[in-house]
């Protein structure tokens, strides 16, 4: 870096010296006197006396100047006077009247020269002024200046060195003797373990004030957009995290009911030199485990929809045989035609329109299912469906479309021609599922209790008030929506919403 800034500043000495010779040349240039010497019979009697007051109060090398021929007017050696000016530069002063700098060898030697034409009053060139600095001296100038200011560089990367030294040692003490590409791989790991992992993480300082909060935290607790300095007291049990602060005794395993969860909390001290800084949390929910055995169950009822698929068919085939052995063949024709004009428009829609596997699967259980109901499960010709992204696995439609279709015909079971309906389309930027009943419908005070856990209409010993509140966390899970469309004795109307792109957010605090 100093050596090219010593380069540019010896460029701008240069640069510099050669516009100063073209303004002295200029001035001399314009002086009446100058002018006036040119009509004279001897015009270098009153010209070097001039140029040479010109020349020794602006420090120049020399002031020339010369007629149109290149004689010399002037000259710091008088013997010079009288002789051709050399360096052959002249030309454009005198030939084109323009104003330049140029640099030549003249009479004392390489020199940067600024040239100037002398003008009469009727603009005519007359002459010629050179006025010059020796490239020596010149030189000699930015050594000077070079040398000066590599004195400074030196003094200054001897003490950015030691000072380096200090920040270096200080600094490595502060990191634990980390590199910096140490420091960024363990930021990077950290974020991916503090976010990868599905237990919410929160940090505080002594003075509870919020540090670190990963995303599945924010999930657990229901906070969203940054909490980064901001007191913990409101957002989570700040009692557990004020107590280990206090006494830097660890929590381990405890049992919170936070805001109608109940988590599950371990503490741990932070210490420094000065003692406690701040402490660690991790939590989890409790009613995961819940949600597990939940989503175990909706596998095991979808296995009893296809397991009832299978033993309608069965009978089908029973009472089938028992007609081709008792000899009644039109009947078991007509019964074989029947059958085959119902499969034959259920599987054009749910094989031509339905084309993905998982969806597919799931409607050919609930249709035996329907079948051993007694239940009318169409699945509308509109429908149009292509494979579903990676994104949207088995499990969770089983526990979405599962618990809707139940829902469903447990809604029309007491109807006199009970129909349920099903339409999927994947148009836009969404995939959407409709599930529609024909019961009873849903009074307009429950329908905003419908997706809490334990809320439900039905009767009976069996514990219920599960199946939507899993649906519809499987279906915010996916960053999708359910609505509800409900009127009384006239039926009801579920419709969710699943984006096709699916972008898991972190936020890093």
Request: with cysteine.
């Amino acid at each position: 870096m100093s050596l090219f800034y010593s380069y540019m500043e010896s460029k701008q000495i240069e640069e510099n010296k050669g516009k100063l010779a073209l303004e002295i040349s200029k001035t001399v240039s314009f002086m009446p006197t100058i002018m006036e010497a040119f009509e004279t019979s001897n015009p270098s009697k009153i010209i070097q006396p001039l140029a040479e007051k010109v020349r020794k109060e602006t420090g120049a090398e020399f002031v020339v100047v010369g007629n149109l021929s290149g004689t010399r007017y002037s000259h710091p050696l008088k013997s010079k006077i009288g002789k051709k000016m050399k360096g052959g530069d002249n030309d454009k002063a005198i030939k084109k009247g323009e104003y330049y700098i140029s640099k030549a060898n003249g009479s004392l030697g390489p020199s940067i020269r600024g040239k100037s034409p002398i003008l009469n009053k009727k603009g005519e060139v007359i002459g010629v002024v050179s006025v010059g600095f020796l490239l020596k001296d010149v030189n000699q100038q930015i050594t000077k200046k070079i040398i000066k200011e590599l004195l400074v560089s030196m003094v200054a990367l001897i003490i950015s060195f030691f000072g380096s030294m200090l920040l270096g040692r200080n600094i490595r003490k502060d990191t634990m003797g980390l590199e910096p590409y140490e420091i960024a791989s363990l930021y990077k790991e950290k974020n991916a373990v503090l976010h990868g992992v599905k237990e919410g993480i929160l940090a505080v300082n002594r003075d509870g004030i919020i540090t670190m909060m990963n995303h599945p935290a924010k999930r657990l607790l229901h906070i969203k957009g940054s909490v980064r300095h901001i007191k913990v007291d409101g957002l989570f049990p700040s009692g557990d995290l004020y107590q280990v602060l206090q006494s830097g005794s660890p929590i381990v395993d405890k049992e919170v009911v936070w805001k109608e969860k109940t988590v599950i909390v371990n503490c741990t001290p932070l210490f420094d030199d000065s003692g406690i800084s701040g402490v660690v949390a991790s939590f989890r929910d409790k009613t995961e485990i819940e949600q597990m055995v939940n989503t175990i169950s909706e596998v095991k009822s979808y296995s009893e929809d296809l397991r009832a698929q299978t033993h309608e068919y069965t009978n089908k085939l029973y009472v089938l045989s028992g007609l081709l052995q008792l000899g009644e063949f039109e009947q078991a024709v007509s019964m074989i035609q029947a059958e085959t004009q119902v499969l034959q428009v259920q599987n054009t829609i749910l094989f031509n329109q339905i084309k993905d596997s998982k969806v597919q699967a799931i409607l050919l259980g609930k249709l035996g299912k329907a079948s051993e109901k007694k239940i009318k499960f169409e699945i509308l010709s509109e429908s149009y469906l292509e494979t579903l992204p990676s994104h949207l696995k088995l499990s969770s439609l089983i526990v979405i479309l599962g618990n809707l279709i139940d829902n469903a015909f447990d809604a029309v079971s007491e109807s006199h021609n009970p129909v349920v309906k099903f339409f999927a389309t994947d148009i836009g930027s969404d995939i959407i599922f409709e599930v529609s009943d024909n019961g009873k419908g849903i009074s307009e005070k429950d329908i905003p209790l419908l997706f809490n856990r334990g809320f439900t209409s039905k009767n009976g010993d069996k514990p219920r008030g599960f199946g939507l509140s899993n649906a519809e966390e499987a279906v915010v899970e996916m960053n999708g929506m359910i609505e509800v469309q409900s009127t009384p004795e006239s039926g009801t109307v579920f419709t969710v919403y699943l984006p096709k792109k699916y972008e898991r957010r972190f936020d890093h605090e």
